[in-house]
């Protein structure tokens, strides 16, 4: 038996690959469009962008960011093996830019009244990592 094997017969966690250097751009204070711009596919850029206009009122476009950095995010995923379900863990870090879009996803559908948008967003994050719907909600 595979110590990665899981019991329960559900997938195995998905972990993308690390890439460091958006995230050591932006806790180096690198505004996130910068980011974004260099590295495109980083779902964390965008979350944070999303975080950023959200947080100034801007909630469209916070709801257009965080809909860039979900299927980024989406992309990552598939490319990592995962098959549209299971766990993606919130404690491995590079999956965080994820899951940090597909909050603010429902954060800002929500905000809209975008409500099917909202519930489905919620419970895909629930679903894929509790831990990431505790800590971010």
């Keep these: 038996m595979s110590i990665h094997e899981n019991l329960l017969g559900g997938p195995a966690p998905t972990h993308l690959p ?19 711009a260099k590295y495109p596919t980083s779902s964390l850029a ?27 995010g989406l992309d990552s995923l598939r490319r990592a093996g995962w098959k549209g ?10 999956n965080r830019g994820f ?17 099917e948008e909202h519930e489905r967003c919620s419970t895909f994050l629930r679903d894929s990592s509790p831990t990431a719907a505790d800590i971010l909600s």
């Design 18 to 36: 690390d890439d460091p250097e958006p995230r050591e751009l932006l806790a180096a204070g690198t505004p996130p469009a910068e980011v974004a």
């Design 46 to 72: 965008w979350a944070q962008l999303a975080d950023e206009a959200f947080e100034g009122g801007r909630v469209v476009e916070s709801y257009a960011y965080a809909r860039t950095g979900y299927h980024r």
């Design 85 to 94: 379900h299971g766990p993606v863990p919130f404690e491995h870090e590079p």
């Design 99 to 115: 899951l940090r879009a597909l909050h603010a996803l429902a954060r800002a559908a929500g905000a809209i009244g975008e409500t």
